[in-house]
């Protein structure tokens, strides 16, 4: 940590508390739900709802972030998913619920933009490669250990959710009582568009692991804590599962990644599509036999589930040019973020049918689709002359697959990160006074000598 940019060690405390506070409320939602009786089918819809919302912030915020700057979009959204965690526990009904949750996924997407934005702004060519690990461990860790603060107090009281709430307004405190400057702009380029039609021809595999990347994360997330109750798991086992299985992807983006630089990334993923497909029709089977069982299998099945979208994003970046990749990883994301929206009710309508097992059901089928999908493009391609491409080394992603500004930390390419630029030549009243603020600042430099603004926003 110590030979990072100082401003660094702050937003990863920020970090730590921002997904601490989401990995709880995010399995304590799927736990309360099954308890207050709620429908399968209503609990797929409000955790769609989320992903929903998840995808209009991302686009919404962004502007916001080049409008107003960093530091008051992360107040905004910080505070807005405090209050929607509170008002969780305060009034308990499906319908409001909904909105809360579409509501809580914008705030979600502004956080994580800023944070990505940020930390891709801090990273050099020199260290991107140790920012990007670093990143890596302390989201998945953090993800993890909030699931299982599930474990602190009674789910169906208001305490957890009120928790949630107090560790995302604590990921305000670093921002607020330290004077750093906000992520510096970079070159401006522009990248080169790629239409969705033409990445498909180049990396249709990749495409289509986006898609079923974003079904089956978000459907795991999203149900696994109700299956978890529906099957008769204590409180204690259900976090105790979600933190174990989300923890296995991040040993398993480093075996498999390295086994797909050396190998075709197709056949990797086939593979990988046919494990989900076998493990997901004998979890069911586990769950009767013993826990223990289940969690074994299941842990199989969500390495390959959470490394899905990291080896579609580096299949898909073999095979295209630099000046490509900023609006290919675009397509990338917006197609996951479909796959997001359809998945966890997608998979609420299964096990309305066939029970708490359709959930594993539902994965297993989008697996084996895919590995079919897979298999019908290697048999269709023998025999073929075709273009022959080195593969990039591939770098590990977060488990939550919803980075906007993670490419710029790629170290396979060189930084474009036009996203930054907030030197804009009209400015608002907001904008003006926070130029005159950062002036003024300016006029007393700190002990150090080092560059900062201020942080009144």
């Not at 495409?207 to 299956?227: D, E, I, N, R, S």
Request: proline share 4%; hydrophobic share 50%.
């Amino acid at each position: 940590m110590r030979s990072l940019p100082a401003t660094l060690p702050i937003l990863f405390v920020c970090e730590i508390s921002f997904l601490l506070g989401h990995g709880l409320i995010m399995t304590l939602l799927g736990v309360r739900m099954s308890l207050e009786g709620f429908p399968s089918q209503m609990a797929g819809l409000l955790m769609s709802s989320f992903s929903f919302g998840f995808v209009i912030g991302s686009y919404w915020l962004e502007k916001r972030i080049r409008a107003v700057g960093h530091i008051r979009v992360f107040a905004a959204c910080a505070a807005t998913l405090a209050v929607t965690a509170m008002l969780h526990g305060l009034w308990v009904n499906p319908w409001a619920w909904l909105v809360w949750r579409v509501f809580g996924g914008g705030a979600t997407a502004g956080l994580l933009m800023v944070m990505e934005s940020w930390v891709s702004g801090e990273s050099s060519n020199d260290n991107r490669g140790k920012v990007l690990g670093w990143y890596l461990v302390i989201s998945t860790l953090s993800l993890a250990g909030g699931q299982w603060l599930l474990n602190s107090a009674d789910p169906a009281t208001m305490v957890l959710f009120s928790l949630a709430g107090m560790l995302f307004a604590l990921s305000l405190v670093p921002l607020s009582i330290h004077r750093i400057h906000g992520p510096r702009a970079a070159q401006e380029l522009q990248p080169q568009k790629i239409k969705l039609k033409a990445l498909f021809k180049l990396a249709p595999v990749g495409l289509v692991g986006a898609f079923t990347a974003g079904l089956m994360v978000q459907a795991f997330f999203a149900m696994t804590p109700y299956y978890g109750q529906e099957i008769g798991l204590s409180t204690a086992q259900t976090a105790q599962f979600m933190a174990i299985t989300t923890l296995v992807a991040l040993f398993a983006q480093w075996g498999l990644g390295r086994l797909s630089d050396r190998i075709d990334r197709r056949k990797v993923i086939l593979a990988m599509a046919a494990i989900m497909a076998v493990s997901g029709a004998f979890i069911s089977v586990a769950a009767r036999v013993d826990y223990l069982m289940l969690l074994l299998v299941a842990s199989f099945h969500t390495a390959m589930l959470h490394t899905l979208y990291s080896l579609s994003l580096a299949h898909t970046n073999d095979w295209l040019k630099p000046e490509e990749i900023v609006a290919a990883n675009g397509k990338l994301m917006m197609t996951y973020g479909v796959g997001s929206i359809v998945g966890p009710f997608g998979a609420s309508l299964v096990m309305q049918v066939v029970g708490p097992d359709g959930l594993w059901f539902f994965l297993g089928a989008v697996a084996l689709t895919l590995a079919g999908f897979i298999a019908v493009r290697l048999l269709a391609g023998r025999g073929q002359v075709k273009e022959e491409v080195d593969q990039e080394p591939f770098v590990a992603m977060p488990v939550m697959e919803t980075q906007h500004y993670l490419n710029e930390l790629d170290p396979r390419h060189d930084p474009v990160q036009f996203e930054l630029d907030l030197q804009v030549d009209s400015l608002d009243h907001e904008d003006h006074y926070a130029r005159e603020a950062e002036a003024v600042g300016e006029e007393e430099p700190p002990a150090d000598g080092s560059e900062h603004a201020t942080s009144t926003a």
